[in-house]
Protein backbone atom coordinates (compact mmCIF):
# COMPACT_ATOMS: atom_id res chain seq x y z
CA UNK A 1 0.00 0.00 0.00
CA UNK A 2 1.22 3.77 -0.53
CA UNK A 3 2.33 5.69 1.99
CA UNK A 4 3.47 9.43 2.67
CA UNK A 5 6.38 8.30 5.07
CA UNK A 6 9.78 10.26 3.34
CA UNK A 7 12.62 8.23 2.28
CA UNK A 8 15.35 9.42 5.00
CA UNK A 9 18.27 9.00 1.95
CA UNK A 10 16.60 10.50 -1.27
CA UNK A 11 13.99 12.00 0.33
CA UNK A 12 11.35 11.19 -1.85
CA UNK A 13 7.39 10.34 -0.64
CA UNK A 14 5.91 9.35 -3.61
CA UNK A 15 4.68 5.85 -4.68
CA UNK A 16 6.31 4.16 -1.13
CA UNK A 17 4.92 0.57 0.09
CA UNK A 18 4.97 -0.73 3.18
CA UNK A 19 5.44 -3.72 4.57
CA UNK A 20 4.93 -5.25 8.00
CA UNK A 21 7.89 -7.47 10.21
CA UNK A 22 8.53 -8.96 13.53
CA UNK A 23 11.54 -9.30 16.02
CA UNK A 24 12.95 -12.87 14.96
CA UNK A 25 16.11 -12.87 16.72
CA UNK A 26 15.09 -13.10 19.97
CA UNK A 27 11.67 -14.53 19.66
CA UNK A 28 9.43 -11.11 20.61
CA UNK A 29 7.94 -11.24 17.41
CA UNK A 30 6.73 -7.99 17.64
CA UNK A 31 5.60 -5.82 14.25
CA UNK A 32 7.22 -2.97 12.98
CA UNK A 33 6.46 -1.28 9.61
CA UNK A 34 8.82 -0.82 7.25
CA UNK A 35 8.93 1.64 3.88
CA UNK A 36 10.66 0.57 0.62
CA UNK A 37 11.54 4.01 -1.37
CA UNK A 38 10.34 4.02 -4.80
CA UNK A 39 13.28 5.98 -6.02
CA UNK A 40 16.18 4.62 -4.24
CA UNK A 41 14.74 1.07 -2.95
CA UNK A 42 16.01 1.30 0.62
CA UNK A 43 13.64 0.23 3.00
CA UNK A 44 13.81 1.66 6.55
CA UNK A 45 12.06 1.42 9.57
CA UNK A 46 8.67 3.66 9.43
CA UNK A 47 8.99 4.43 13.07
CA UNK A 48 11.48 4.09 15.32
CA UNK A 49 11.11 3.49 18.92
CA UNK A 50 11.86 5.62 21.35
CA UNK A 51 14.24 3.26 23.22
CA UNK A 52 15.63 0.78 21.15
CA UNK A 53 18.19 -0.86 24.28
CA UNK A 54 15.66 -3.13 25.01
CA UNK A 55 16.35 -4.99 21.71
CA UNK A 56 20.18 -4.37 23.20
CA UNK A 57 19.89 -7.09 25.91
CA UNK A 58 23.49 -7.55 27.55
CA UNK A 59 24.28 -11.00 25.79
CA UNK A 60 23.02 -9.08 22.28
CA UNK A 61 26.49 -9.94 19.24
CA UNK A 62 27.06 -9.87 16.09
CA UNK A 63 28.73 -12.90 15.43
CA UNK A 64 32.21 -12.26 13.24
CA UNK A 65 33.89 -15.10 13.21
CA UNK A 66 33.47 -15.26 9.51
CA UNK A 67 36.01 -12.50 10.01
CA UNK A 68 38.09 -14.14 12.54
CA UNK A 69 38.95 -16.58 10.27
CA UNK A 70 40.27 -14.31 7.37
CA UNK A 71 41.42 -11.35 9.55
CA UNK A 72 45.30 -12.54 10.69
CA UNK A 73 46.10 -12.59 6.44
CA UNK A 74 44.22 -9.15 5.96
CA UNK A 75 45.70 -7.48 8.50
CA UNK A 76 49.13 -8.97 9.39
CA UNK A 77 52.64 -8.77 8.00
CA UNK A 78 52.83 -8.66 4.30
CA UNK A 79 49.43 -7.56 2.57
CA UNK A 80 50.27 -10.63 -0.04
CA UNK A 81 48.75 -12.83 1.99
CA UNK A 82 45.31 -11.52 2.13
CA UNK A 83 42.62 -13.56 2.01
CA UNK A 84 40.46 -14.71 -1.45
CA UNK A 85 37.03 -13.68 0.62
CA UNK A 86 38.56 -10.38 2.33
CA UNK A 87 41.00 -8.91 -0.56
CA UNK A 88 38.55 -5.30 -0.06
CA UNK A 89 41.41 -4.73 2.35
CA UNK A 90 44.24 -5.03 -0.11
CA UNK A 91 44.49 -1.68 -1.20
CA UNK A 92 43.56 0.22 2.21
CA UNK A 93 47.33 0.98 2.64
CA UNK A 94 47.07 0.10 6.38
CA UNK A 95 49.97 -0.70 8.94
CA UNK A 96 50.43 -1.44 12.63
CA UNK A 97 51.25 1.85 13.19
CA UNK A 98 47.62 3.29 11.16
CA UNK A 99 44.90 4.86 13.25
CA UNK A 100 41.51 2.55 13.05
CA UNK A 101 38.56 3.15 14.49
CA UNK A 102 35.74 -0.05 14.31
CA UNK A 103 32.17 1.70 14.67
CA UNK A 104 29.76 0.01 16.14
CA UNK A 105 32.61 -2.75 17.63
CA UNK A 106 30.31 -4.38 20.13
CA UNK A 107 32.49 -6.47 22.73
CA UNK A 108 36.12 -5.27 21.14
CA UNK A 109 36.23 -8.85 19.30
CA UNK A 110 37.93 -7.31 16.25
CA UNK A 111 40.05 -4.55 18.17
CA UNK A 112 41.13 -7.05 20.52
CA UNK A 113 42.68 -9.23 17.58
CA UNK A 114 44.05 -6.23 15.88
CA UNK A 115 45.84 -5.50 19.41
CA UNK A 116 47.46 -9.02 19.72
CA UNK A 117 48.58 -9.19 16.23
CA UNK A 118 50.68 -5.47 16.78
CA UNK A 119 48.28 -2.67 15.66
CA UNK A 120 48.97 0.17 18.16
CA UNK A 121 46.35 2.38 17.76
CA UNK A 122 42.49 1.53 17.71
CA UNK A 123 39.34 3.02 18.86
CA UNK A 124 36.16 1.27 19.25
CA UNK A 125 33.25 3.39 19.74
CA UNK A 126 29.53 1.65 20.51
CA UNK A 127 26.45 3.45 21.76
CA UNK A 128 25.02 0.20 23.15
CA UNK A 129 28.00 -2.03 24.18
CA UNK A 130 29.60 -1.78 27.57
CA UNK A 131 33.23 -2.36 27.63
CA UNK A 132 36.08 -2.39 29.91
CA UNK A 133 38.86 -0.31 28.86
CA UNK A 134 41.48 -2.20 27.04
CA UNK A 135 45.48 -1.54 26.65
CA UNK A 136 46.08 -0.41 23.17
CA UNK A 137 42.54 0.02 22.79
CA UNK A 138 40.56 3.11 23.32
CA UNK A 139 36.73 2.44 24.36
CA UNK A 140 34.03 5.23 23.84
CA UNK A 141 30.56 4.33 24.65
CA UNK A 142 28.74 6.85 22.67
CA UNK A 143 27.60 7.75 18.99
CA UNK A 144 29.62 8.27 16.13
CA UNK A 145 27.71 11.57 15.50
CA UNK A 146 28.65 12.62 19.13
CA UNK A 147 32.14 11.63 18.59
CA UNK A 148 34.72 14.52 18.87
CA UNK A 149 38.27 13.52 18.09
CA UNK A 150 41.40 13.97 20.34
CA UNK A 151 43.13 11.12 18.37
CA UNK A 152 43.99 12.65 15.25
CA UNK A 153 42.63 11.54 11.64
CA UNK A 154 41.72 8.14 11.24
CA UNK A 155 43.13 6.27 8.60
CA UNK A 156 40.56 3.49 8.49
CA UNK A 157 36.77 3.88 9.72
CA UNK A 158 35.23 0.91 9.58
CA UNK A 159 31.55 -0.16 10.01
CA UNK A 160 30.90 -4.11 10.13
CA UNK A 161 27.28 -4.30 10.14
CA UNK A 162 26.73 -1.26 12.02
CA UNK A 163 25.50 1.09 9.64
CA UNK A 164 21.80 -0.13 9.35
CA UNK A 165 21.14 0.57 13.02
CA UNK A 166 21.82 3.69 12.49
CA UNK A 167 19.13 6.39 12.48
CA UNK A 168 21.08 9.26 10.82
CA UNK A 169 22.60 7.79 8.32
CA UNK A 170 23.44 11.63 6.87
CA UNK A 171 25.10 12.55 9.94
CA UNK A 172 27.19 9.62 10.47
CA UNK A 173 28.41 10.50 6.89
CA UNK A 174 29.22 13.46 7.53
CA UNK A 175 30.69 12.91 10.30
CA UNK A 176 33.05 9.64 9.32
CA UNK A 177 34.20 12.74 5.98
CA UNK A 178 35.73 15.39 8.85
CA UNK A 179 37.62 12.51 11.14
CA UNK A 180 38.85 10.35 8.19
CA UNK A 181 42.54 11.47 6.45
CA UNK A 182 42.10 12.66 3.19
CA UNK A 183 43.80 9.58 2.11
CA UNK A 184 42.07 7.56 4.57
CA UNK A 185 39.65 4.78 3.68
CA UNK A 186 35.87 4.40 5.32
CA UNK A 187 34.54 0.44 4.98
CA UNK A 188 31.05 -0.31 5.43
CA UNK A 189 29.87 -3.77 5.10
CA UNK A 190 26.00 -3.89 5.08
CA UNK A 191 22.82 -5.98 3.71
CA UNK A 192 21.47 -5.02 0.99
CA UNK A 193 17.78 -5.11 -0.01
CA UNK A 194 18.26 -5.18 -3.52
CA UNK A 195 19.20 -8.83 -3.41
CA UNK A 196 17.67 -11.73 -4.47
CA UNK A 197 17.09 -13.41 -0.89
CA UNK A 198 15.11 -10.23 -0.18
CA UNK A 199 12.88 -10.24 -3.55
CA UNK A 200 11.97 -14.14 -2.77
CA UNK A 201 11.73 -13.61 1.62
CA UNK A 202 10.11 -10.24 1.73
CA UNK A 203 9.06 -9.77 5.32
CA UNK A 204 10.83 -12.62 6.12
CA UNK A 205 13.84 -11.79 4.87
CA UNK A 206 16.73 -12.81 8.00
CA UNK A 207 18.77 -9.83 7.67
CA UNK A 208 16.04 -7.25 7.90
CA UNK A 209 16.14 -7.46 11.55
CA UNK A 210 13.46 -5.60 12.73
CA UNK A 211 13.92 -3.22 14.53
CA UNK A 212 17.36 -3.13 15.23
CA UNK A 213 18.20 -2.81 11.20
CA UNK A 214 16.54 0.69 10.55
CA UNK A 215 17.88 0.94 7.35
CA UNK A 216 18.09 -1.57 4.41
CA UNK A 217 20.47 -0.45 2.04
CA UNK A 218 20.72 -0.75 -1.66
CA UNK A 219 23.70 0.11 -4.15
CA UNK A 220 21.88 3.14 -5.30
CA UNK A 221 21.10 4.27 -2.18
CA UNK A 222 24.53 3.89 -0.74
CA UNK A 223 25.76 6.09 -4.32
CA UNK A 224 23.09 8.84 -3.02
CA UNK A 225 24.76 8.62 0.45
CA UNK A 226 28.46 8.47 -1.31
CA UNK A 227 27.38 11.35 -3.37
CA UNK A 228 25.71 13.62 -1.27
CA UNK A 229 28.85 13.70 1.21
CA UNK A 230 31.99 14.09 -1.51
CA UNK A 231 33.15 10.73 -1.10
CA UNK A 232 33.96 8.18 -4.29
CA UNK A 233 32.80 4.03 -4.41
CA UNK A 234 36.07 2.71 -5.00
CA UNK A 235 34.86 -0.85 -4.97
CA UNK A 236 31.82 -3.15 -3.83
CA UNK A 237 32.37 -6.45 -2.88
CA UNK A 238 29.74 -8.81 -2.19
CA UNK A 239 30.03 -10.96 0.74
CA UNK A 240 26.86 -13.09 1.47
CA UNK A 241 27.23 -16.62 3.11
CA UNK A 242 24.44 -19.63 2.70
CA UNK A 243 22.40 -18.20 6.28
CA UNK A 244 20.68 -15.83 4.35
CA UNK A 245 18.92 -18.89 2.82
CA UNK A 246 18.92 -21.05 6.06
CA UNK A 247 17.47 -17.93 7.99
CA UNK A 248 15.33 -16.46 6.10
CA UNK A 249 13.66 -20.10 5.35
CA UNK A 250 13.57 -20.30 8.87
CA UNK A 251 11.53 -17.27 10.07
CA UNK A 252 9.25 -18.21 7.21
CA UNK A 253 8.41 -20.79 9.15
CA UNK A 254 8.04 -19.07 12.28
CA UNK A 255 10.78 -20.52 13.70
CA UNK A 256 13.35 -17.68 15.59
CA UNK A 257 17.23 -17.44 15.16
CA UNK A 258 17.70 -19.43 17.93
CA UNK A 259 15.61 -22.06 17.23
CA UNK A 260 16.66 -25.54 16.32
CA UNK A 261 15.74 -25.86 12.34
CA UNK A 262 16.98 -29.51 10.50
CA UNK A 263 18.96 -29.24 7.40
CA UNK A 264 21.33 -31.70 6.18
CA UNK A 265 25.40 -31.08 4.99
CA UNK A 266 24.49 -32.07 1.69
CA UNK A 267 21.94 -29.56 2.05
CA UNK A 268 24.16 -26.76 3.85
CA UNK A 269 26.94 -27.26 0.99
CA UNK A 270 24.44 -26.63 -1.75
CA UNK A 271 22.95 -23.37 -0.09
CA UNK A 272 26.79 -22.63 0.42
CA UNK A 273 27.75 -22.70 -3.39
CA UNK A 274 24.71 -20.85 -4.33
CA UNK A 275 25.49 -18.18 -2.17
CA UNK A 276 28.32 -17.64 -3.77
CA UNK A 277 27.02 -17.96 -7.11
CA UNK A 278 24.74 -15.00 -6.05
CA UNK A 279 27.84 -12.94 -4.81
CA UNK A 280 29.41 -13.99 -8.50
CA UNK A 281 26.36 -12.06 -10.04
CA UNK A 282 26.17 -9.19 -7.42
CA UNK A 283 23.30 -10.24 -6.53
CA UNK A 284 24.17 -11.67 -2.68
CA UNK A 285 22.32 -9.76 0.44
CA UNK A 286 25.17 -7.93 1.85
CA UNK A 287 28.27 -5.74 0.53
CA UNK A 288 31.68 -4.42 2.15
CA UNK A 289 31.40 -0.55 0.60
CA UNK A 290 35.25 0.94 0.03
CA UNK A 291 35.22 4.91 -0.14
CA UNK A 292 37.27 7.57 -0.59
CA UNK A 293 37.12 11.07 -0.17
CA UNK A 294 36.35 13.28 -3.47
CA UNK A 295 39.29 15.28 -4.21
CA UNK A 296 37.88 19.17 -3.98
Given at each position: ??????????????????IVAKEMM????????????????????ADIPSDL???????????????????????????????????????????????????????????????????????????????NQIENIR??????????????????????????????????????????????????????????????????????????????????????????????????????????????????????????????????????????????????????????????
Open positions: MDNNYKCSICFNSKGNTSFGLRESFTYFHCNVCGCLQLSKYYPQDYHVDISYINKNVKKIFVKKMKYFSKNYHFYKNLGINKYSNIMDCGCGNLELLKKLSDWGFQNLTGIDLYANNFIKQSIVDFNSSYGDFDLIMFHHSFEHMCNPHDVFEKSRKLLKDTGALLIRVPLCDSFVYRKYRANWYQLDAPRHIFLYTRMAMEILAEKHDFLIENVIYDSNKNQLINSEKYSNNITLNEYYEISAKRKRILNKYAKFLNFISDGDQAAFILRKRKK
